[in-house]
């Protein structure tokens, strides 16, 4: 087992002595957060102004009018991934069969559906800042494109990884359960987080439902995460050594640290002193808690199954 971690941590050092992009490196670990947290963030805000279009009332009103940044943090951070993905390639020559042959890869795919939610949800924001209203034609005509397309982003985070079947860790559908729950709570905590900084006094009052729905999503990510866990800590041999790194080898600080305390474990403690810190206070801090967790979950996720023994090849994004 020593010998396969040994070979594994070599070939992803030796693909950087050769001036190539790191397989998994920092850049698609921010590219596999960005991504999600963009598309968390869409659709948070389109599902709660579709509900507030459904069912209108005095809450729900409230609600549509806090989640209001959400429809321009989507475009913002889903091109920013996309900078990612690009920066990460690096080669023009790796980028362009994405480009044409969307269906060759899971990268492709996955690339196609990050664009196209970008368009979508960039002509929803443009419009949004050029009318006082949007119509609700205009909303569902190009909320509902990009909402299926943040559905495929978010899902597509996880299904790049849990379809490499040489890395038993990863192998998994409940990573993609965990991938996406973690997309939806980075994605209303980028909301919350921005109306807290950006809004006023009233605005806050707004977010604490949006806020208590994160927390409820925070702890469904939770019980996910740990499902995922227990059942890679009983399979294959490989996934096993994944499992006791990510708890209590070298990932054991990232994981406990950033994952389980600033993701899960600051923000359900804010939920509980709002009133002895104050509201905004605690609609950052746990909303900042939220965004860390989510990053180094992709982080140790990651990290953890590059212990396993792979040949360098099976982890080439399929290119």
């Given at each position: 087992?020593?010998?396969?971690?040994?070979?594994s941590?070599?070939?992803?050092?030796?693909?950087?002595?050769?001036?190539?992009?790191?397989?998994?490196g920092?850049?698609?670990?921010?590219?596999?957060?960005?991504?999600?947290?963009?598309?968390?963030a869409?659709?948070?805000?389109?599902?709660?102004?579709?509900?507030?279009?459904?069912?209108?009332?005095?809450?729900?009103?409230?609600?549509?009018?806090?989640?209001?940044?959400?429809?321009?943090?989507?475009?913002?951070?889903?091109?920013?991934?996309?900078?990612?993905?690009?920066?990460?390639?690096?080669?023009?020559?790796?980028?362009?069969?994405?480009?044409?042959?969307?269906?060759?890869?899971?990268?492709?795919?996955?690339?196609?559906?990050?664009?196209?939610?970008?368009?979508?949800?960039?002509l929803?924001?443009?419009?949004?800042?050029?009318?006082?209203?949007?119509?609700?034609w205009?909303?569902?005509?190009?909320?509902?494109?990009?909402?299926?397309?943040?559905v495929?982003?978010?899902?597509?985070?996880?299904?790049?990884?849990?379809?490499?079947?040489?890395?038993?860790?990863?192998?998994?559908?409940?990573?993609?359960?965990?991938?996406?729950?973690?997309s939806?709570?980075?994605?209303?905590?980028?909301?919350?987080?921005?109306?807290?900084?950006?809004?006023?006094?009233?605005?806050?009052q707004?977010?604490?439902?949006?806020?208590?729905?994160?927390?409820?999503?925070t702890?469904?990510?939770?019980?996910?995460?740990?499902?995922?866990?227990?059942?890679?800590?009983?399979?294959?041999?490989?996934a096993?050594?994944?499992?006791?790194?990510?708890?209590?080898?070298?990932?054991?600080?990232?994981?406990?640290?950033?994952?389980?305390?600033?993701g899960?474990?600051?923000?359900?403690?804010?939920h509980?002193?709002?009133?002895?810190?104050?509201?905004?206070p605690a609609?950052?801090?746990?909303?900042?808690?939220?965004?860390?967790?989510?990053?180094?979950?992709?982080?140790?996720?990651v990290?953890?199954?590059?212990?396993?023994?792979?040949?360098?090849?099976s982890?080439?994004?399929?290119?």
């Amino acid at each position: 087992m020593g010998a396969g971690m040994d070979r594994s941590a070599t070939l992803c050092r030796a693909s950087e002595r050769d001036g190539r992009s790191v397989v998994f490196g920092w850049y698609i670990i921010a590219y596999l957060f960005v991504a999600g947290a963009g598309s968390g963030a869409f659709f948070v805000a389109f599902a709660t102004c579709l509900w507030d279009l459904i069912r209108k009332s005095p809450a729900s009103e409230r609600a549509a009018a806090a989640v209001q940044p959400g429809f321009y943090l989507a475009p913002v951070l889903g091109a920013f991934s996309i900078l990612l993905l690009v920066l990460d390639l690096g080669n023009p020559d790796r980028i362009l069969p994405l480009v044409m042959n969307p269906l060759a890869s899971i990268v492709g795919v996955g690339a196609w559906l990050l664009g196209l939610f970008v368009l979508c949800s960039g002509l929803l924001a443009a419009f949004s800042l050029v009318v006082r209203e949007v119509p609700r034609w205009l909303l569902v005509l190009l909320g509902t494109p990009a909402c299926l397309c943040a559905v495929g982003v978010m899902s597509y985070t996880g299904v790049l990884l849990s379809t490499m079947v040489s890395i038993d860790f990863w192998y998994s559908p409940w990573l993609v359960v965990v991938f996406v729950l973690s997309s939806l709570t980075t994605g209303a905590a980028a909301i919350v987080a921005t109306e807290t900084i950006t809004g006023t006094p009233a605005a806050h009052q707004n977010l604490l439902g949006l806020w208590r729905v994160s927390g409820v999503l925070t702890a469904l990510e939770a019980i996910a995460l740990l499902v995922f866990l227990l059942l890679q800590a009983h399979g294959a041999p490989q996934a096993i050594e994944s499992v006791r790194q990510l708890t209590l080898g070298t990932l054991a600080l990232p994981f406990w640290g950033g994952v389980v305390a600033a993701g899960f474990l600051i923000p359900w403690a804010m939920h509980g002193l709002r009133r002895l810190t104050g509201r905004a206070p605690a609609l950052l801090i746990s909303s900042m808690g939220v965004l860390t967790g989510g990053l180094m979950l992709r982080y140790c996720i990651v990290g953890a199954g590059l212990y396993s023994p792979l040949v360098l090849s099976s982890v080439a994004l399929g290119l």
